[in-house]
């Protein structure tokens, strides 16, 4: 079992940054790959980025493509999210999530989960 802690969430105007913290509890992180979900209100949760167990290969979703970075630190265990040019859109809670192998995507595939952490964008 993997614990994991969002944090780095907040309010910004749209056109701002903010960069997103996943800690993870276990020193086995980096058999981890690891991804960022969000959910919007009255919206299923979706897909925004996804690592790699090495951060070798990296997988985002469209609507976040140019904008968002996910990088990970296999030293301390943490995984980010630099999110730049946000917009309103972009307002949801979002989630860290680990899992053990599987579609990069699909969040089924993802075996732990953070209490989330909650990023409003106002216009």
């Known amino acids: 079992q993997v614990q994991l802690v969002e944090s780095g969430g907040g309010s910004v105007q749209a056109g701002g940054s903010l960069r997103l913290s996943c800690a993870a509890s276990?020193?086995?992180?980096?058999?981890?790959?690891m991804g960022w979900f969000r959910q919007a209100p009255g919206k299923e949760r979706e897909f925004v980025a996804a690592?790699?167990?090495?951060?070798?290969?990296?997988s985002y979703a469209d609507s976040v493509k140019g904008r968002f970075t996910i990088s990970r630190d296999n030293a301390k265990n943490t995984m980010y999210l630099q999110m730049n040019s946000l917009k309103p859109e972009d307002t949801a809670v979002y989630y860290c999530?680990?899992?053990?192998?599987?579609?990069?995507?699909?969040?089924?595939?993802?075996?732990?989960w953070g209490q989330g952490t909650q990023v409003t964008v106002s216009s």
């Open positions: 999530a680990a899992q053990n192998g599987g579609v990069m995507a699909d969040q089924s595939a993802y075996n732990f």
């Open positions: 690592s790699t167990r090495t951060g070798s290969a990296t």
């Open positions: 276990k020193r086995t992180f980096t058999t981890y790959t």
